[in-house]
């Protein structure tokens, strides 16, 4: 299915649906009242639909966490899979029809590494098993903190290729593998430095607790997939075994430190090391596993 019918199907909560928080022209988004978006993408969002004015966007879009698809299960992080209901939110897709050709942006407001966030979103929407599954090659994302720059990419999803497109929005955040892998790991240990504090401040906790554990699966699995597609590692560091290669990027994967999801619910705001506890159950499943 084309990606225009897959994301127009989508029902927004003026629809009485769940499926987004909003899904129509981008023109009409940007007139409602109560949008919220910060200044760059407000005036990168106003840029692109004033050079594209039948752009649409869909935002929020909700989806479920992929339990039967095999980089996930290499990645064995079980916190994900106790997430209920659909705990992935892609924040903007801009999508848009040019004559017989069909194009999307994924869009993730600007952090310091949300360029990591983008990447792991669009492997999630693009992984086998999933509905956009056969369009992977018509989508591109990007996160970005010059509006400029998501209106260049929106521009360009016609003129040039998806793969080399993207390269040239990750080129702007990691030159190679290695940059991307110390990035990661830097994330995720921001991220296990401030839930404590952040968390025992909250009377609910859901939430920020369903975000964080998305936010650290993101990371581990950018790390795997980036590693497993990358076919100059597969020949030069692995000599063309795929097992070999499989079996570091799941080390690479492990790097990623987390809380874990009890941990996470008892904290009281202690930031001192804890280690994460580990269940019969659970260890017992990892040496069956290995």
């Known amino acids: 299915m084309a990606i225009t019918a897959i994301l127009?199907?989508?029902?927004?909560?003026?629809?009485?649906?769940?499926?987004?928080?909003?899904?129509?022209?981008?023109?009409?988004?940007?007139?409602?009242?109560d949008t919220d978006l910060d200044p760059v993408l407000r005036e990168a969002f106003a840029g692109i639909q004033a050079n594209a004015v039948d752009t649409r966007i869909c935002v929020g879009l909700r989806s479920e966490i992929n339990n039967d698809a095999i980089s996930n299960q290499i990645i064995r992080y079980k916190d994900v899979f106790k997430l209920n209901g659909k705990p992935l939110i892609y924040p903007y897709i801009l999508y848009v029809q040019k004559d017989e050709e069909e194009r999307a942006l994924l869009v993730v407001p600007y952090t310091k590494y949300g360029f990591i966030k983008a990447k792991g979103l669009y492997y999630c929407m693009t992984e086998p098993g999933s509905e956009f599954i056969d369009c992977k090659n018509e989508i591109v994302a990007i996160c970005s903190d010059k509006a400029d720059e998501i209106v260049k990419a929106f521009s360009n999803l016609f003129s040039q290729r998806a793969g080399a497109l993207q390269r040239g929005i990750d080129g702007h955040f990691f030159r190679n593998y290695e940059d991307l892998r110390t990035a990661a790991i830097a994330a995720s240990e921001e991220i296990k430095k401030e839930a404590p504090a952040v968390l025992a401040a909250l009377e609910d906790r859901t939430e920020q607790i369903y975000e964080y554990v998305v936010n650290w699966f993101l990371l581990k699995k950018v790390l795997y997939?980036?590693?497993?597609?990358?076919?100059?590692?597969?020949?030069?560091?692995?000599?063309?075994?795929?097992?070999?290669?499989?079996?570091?990027?799941?080390?690479?994967a492990d790097e990623i430190t987390f809380m874990s999801y009890s941990e996470m619910w008892r904290t009281t705001g202690v930031t001192e090391e804890e280690p994460a506890e580990e269940t019969a159950e659970e260890a017992a499943e990892e040496t069956a596993a290995e």
Do not use: P, W
């Not at 989508?10 to 009242?33: A, H, P, Q, V």
């Not at 063309?240 to 690479?252: I, P």
């Open 8 to 33: 127009s199907s989508k029902l927004d909560n003026r629809s009485n649906g769940d499926d987004c928080t909003f899904n129509g022209y981008l023109e009409d988004y940007l007139n409602m009242e």
């Open 225 to 252: 997939v980036q590693y497993m597609v990358n076919k100059n590692i597969l020949n030069t560091v692995h000599e063309g075994n795929v097992k070999k290669q499989r079996n570091q990027a799941k080390l690479n």
